[in-house]
């Protein structure tokens, strides 16, 4: 079987269509003709090289101002930043644009790829939540601004993807307080995330964690403390059986009640032998 060799003029060849492209773009960037860098923009652009698109439309960017061209050139510019995942400058360009241009036919799609930008940028739930925030907001503003838009289920769908990992962000962090044993803050922080998120998927564990937190905090307090403390247990474990009564943490939480019910009646009982002594 023969097997293909390129001979040296193909290999020369090739070599000088490649060198020679190179070559034609780099005068492109050293030229100043506007009306070809924009053109050969454009059809980089609408090739797929958003490298070669995006270089060449940034230059073109102050040299278009007052031009019918500038118009297109920038949104074009802002996305090419969004096809090579700089969503950063994505979203600021593509905010720029539709204050810039709030009427164009291209205004619509940047306010969505603003948010879209941002919602990709919007780190794992670990990390600081600032531009998940930002995202929800600009999502906000999208839907009220295109109610009817056909990138509204799109839109729509960010939003959840963000609200869970909000939810996931809150509830992990109200974990962290019971598994460090700071049972009071535990107790403040699940009750906030319960008041912020009522239908979350970690509303049971919420609930569960806060009774836990309660009794912990219950059992280890000084004397004085303890019945009322108790007490805001035993209220929590109420709300916990009427909402969730089939959960899988039922009979722990019964035998912390049971607990308490036995912890106020000694404490009943040991009030009552203080109070007599006294009077005596």
Request: proline share 3%.
């Amino acid at each position: 079987m023969s097997v293909f060799r390129p001979t040296a003029f193909v290999v020369l060849l090739l070599s000088a269509l490649l060198l020679g492209s190179c070559s034609g773009y780099q005068k492109l960037l050293k030229s100043n003709d506007v009306n070809k860098k924009y053109e050969a923009a454009i059809k980089y652009y609408e090739e797929g090289d958003y490298f070669k698109a995006g270089t060449l439309l940034e230059e073109l960017q102050p040299l278009l101002k007052g031009r019918p061209e500038a118009e297109k050139a920038q949104f074009f510019f802002a996305n090419t930043n969004f096809k090579q995942s700089n969503y950063v400058l994505s979203a600021h360009y593509f905010k720029s644009f539709y204050e810039t241009y709030p009427n164009s036919q291209y205004a619509e799609e940047a306010m969505f790829l603003h948010a879209k930008s941002l919602f990709r940028d919007s780190p794992e739930y670990e990390l600081d939540q600032t531009n998940t925030l930002s995202a929800n907001e600009s999502i906000q503003e999208f839907l009220n601004r295109y109610p009817e838009s056909t990138f509204r289920p799109e839109v729509e769908n960010m939003s959840q993807e963000l609200q869970k990992k909000l939810e996931n962000k809150a509830f992990q962090g109200a974990k962290l307080y019971q598994q460090l044993r700071y049972y009071q803050s535990a107790v403040v922080a699940l009750g906030n995330f319960q008041q912020q998120y009522p239908a979350s998927v970690y509303s049971e564990d919420a609930a569960y964690l806060k009774l836990e937190s309660q009794f912990n905090l219950a059992k280890e307090s000084v004397a004085e403390k303890q019945r009322e403390r108790y007490l805001e247990a035993v209220a929590f474990y109420q709300q916990f059986i009427d909402a969730y009564p089939s959960s899988r943490n039922l009979k722990s939480a019964e035998n912390m009640y049971d607990f308490a019910r036995k912890e106020l009646d000694r404490l009943k009982t040991t009030e009552k032998t203080a109070a007599s002594a006294s009077t005596n």
